[in-house]
């Protein structure tokens, strides 16, 4: 009886799903879980099991489980584990793999397709009220103004995720940052398009454009024997100066969760890099 009387308990929760058990995910989560359920997922149980140590000792409640986001049927069977445990209140996604960490095929199936996966699964079921905030890059806002046309932008944001893989746009893609820009691109497009859908239950979506943060993901990327120069330059010659924190993020995404008449928009935090690669020092010459 205790333990029926306990699973009912569990189901009436709100739950925040957590994908990638990082120290960005970690401090969104901190923010925005307080009297929620987490569910962290990741890749490796061990890192969500490491994540959700830490957070148990600082009063959370959490349960841990796997996904891997290029796969829609390990994102369904997250779906399926978050809607076990309550209503699903808020998605904060921070998995992605850099352009140091893999392929241009890697980057765009977990980067671009997964992507459009978690946002099409989880807009099934979240709950009236609720919110999600993903993870893009400052590094898209590199793009030129005209570097994709209209059309195909159109097609980042609402072509089904399976498709997404089939673009000539993507298809032609032979360079790992290439892809990783475009994957983030497509991320806050399709943020655009997805809160049209989340807004009619009641829901709200948004994208967090971010700079280098510090995370072991960033220092991959700064002590990169191909890009570590370039970025350890990109950061001394921004206006902060500096890179960002994770504590500086999930600042933001708690902004973004309790406010109710932001959707669908991108923000950019990037301590002025983009600012400074167009009309700064670090722009090209």
Not at 146 to 170: F, H, M
Not at 258 to 263: A, Q
Request: net charge neutral; charged share 20%; glycine share 8%.
């Amino acid at each position: 009886m205790w333990e029926l009387q306990r699973s009912k308990k569990m189901k009436q929760k709100e739950v925040i799903v957590a994908i990638g058990s990082g120290s960005i995910a970690q401090a969104i989560a901190r923010r925005v879980s307080i009297g929620k359920q987490v569910l962290l997922a990741d890749i490796k149980l061990e890192n969500a099991e490491a994540a959700a140590k830490t957070l148990r000792e600082a009063g959370f409640e959490v349960s841990t489980t796997v996904v891997d986001v290029s796969s829609r049927a390990s994102v369904q069977a997250l779906v399926q584990t978050a809607v076990d445990l309550g209503a699903v209140k808020g998605v904060i996604h921070t998995a992605g793999l850099s352009p140091s960490q893999a392929s241009p095929e890697a980057i765009l199936k977990v980067d671009l397709y997964g992507t459009a996966v978690v946002f099409e699964e989880f807009g099934k079921v979240i709950a009236a009220g609720g919110s999600a905030v993903v993870i893009g890059s400052q590094s898209s806002h590199r793009l030129a103004i005209d570097e994709i046309s209209q059309a195909q932008a159109d097609e980042l944001a609402t072509l089904e995720p399976e498709k997404l893989l089939e673009l000539p746009l993507v298809q032609e893609i032979n360079d790992s940052l290439r892809a990783y820009q475009i994957s983030k691109r497509g991320n806050a497009l399709r943020v655009q398009a997805e809160a049209v859908k989340w807004g009619k239950r009641g829901a709200r979506i948004n994208c967090i454009s971010a700079g280098i943060i510090y995370t072991p993901l960033a220092y991959d990327e700064l002590t990169s024997s191909e890009r570590g120069e370039f970025y350890r330059n990109m950061l001394a010659k921004s206006p902060a100066g500096r890179g960002g924190t994770p504590d500086e993020i999930g600042a933001l995404a708690e902004f973004l969760f309790n406010s109710s008449y932001i959707s669908g928009s991108d923000i950019l935090i990037d301590g002025g890099v983009t600012a400074s690669y167009k009309y700064g020092e670090l722009k090209p010459a």
